[in-house]
């Protein structure tokens, strides 16, 4: 079983256009990291956000985290083809494992 | 390369064969962990290594699944008598740090296994 659930499932904007997706998750956290995963390539890490910071920058990444909603969002702005790829969040479930969401496939047309 | 490298990249087996699957990791890297991945899913974790004390094993699907990282570097997992739903991408990543909180993990491109 998953923690972190991805929204949406699918997504298709337009070049230059900004991608918003969602994570909610379940149990309290100590820290919900969002990972890049291009199609049959192994995971990158984007950004991590604590759970005690609200929102995180890194380039064109944006991060927030609200732990009363248990939920997170990542933007990413003036996207670009190469920005094409499944996105999952995951969250530290326990002391020895992170927990990975079923990830927002994310399409940029030119 | 100084990246985690997985091997073989793609693996065909017939169901009820045995498969090893190698994963090594960033030099260094305390941390171990294995995962499988299901077409259109999210990875699942499988197992965790510090150095080469498996201190979690808890997402191992059944007793067929055994992983090992005999020096605290190079980690094998091993698939026992294959069946079609062992049929996914198994993903190798470790970080640098013995703890998990605060820690990046770094993955390998996966192994692709496939049970005819």
């Known amino acids: 079983s998953q923690q972190g659930e991805e929204d949406p499932q699918a997504l298709s904007i337009q070049e230059g256009e900004n991608a918003t997706m969602n994570c909610s998750y379940k149990t309290s956290i100590n820290n919900l990291q969002w990972y890049r995963q291009n199609s049959g390539r192994g995971l990158v890490h984007l950004i991590l956000?604590?759970?005690?910071?609200r929102e995180k920058h890194s380039g064109r990444l944006r991060v927030t985290l609200d732990t009363s909603k248990k939920s997170s969002s990542l933007l990413i702005t003036a996207s670009r083809a190469a920005d094409t790829a499944s996105y999952f969040c995951a969250t530290d479930s326990s002391a020895s494992k992170i927990i990975f969401g079923s990830g927002t496939r994310l399409s940029i047309r030119p | 390369g100084a990246g985690v490298s997985q091997s073989p990249r793609y693996k065909v087996a017939k169901r009820g064969q045995d498969v090893a699957l190698r994963c090594d990791p960033i030099?260094?890297?305390?941390?171990l962990f294995w995962y499988q991945q299901a077409l259109g899913q999210g990875p699942e974790f499988l197992t965790y290594?510090?150095?080469?004390?498996?201190?979690?094993k808890s997402g191992l699907p059944s007793d067929r699944f055994f992983a090992e990282r005999p020096e605290g570097s190079v980690s094998t997992l091993k698939i026992q008598r294959t069946q079609q739903e062992d049929s996914a991408v198994y993903l190798c990543?470790?970080?640098?740090?013995?703890?998990?909180?605060?820690?990046?993990?770094?993955f390998g491109p996966g192994t692709r296994l496939t049970v005819l």
């Open positions: 956000i604590r759970s005690n910071e």
């Open positions: 990543a470790s970080s640098f740090r013995g703890e998990i909180h605060d820690s990046e993990q770094f």
């Open positions: 030099s260094g890297h305390v941390s």
């Open positions: 290594f510090q150095n080469e004390a498996q201190l979690d």
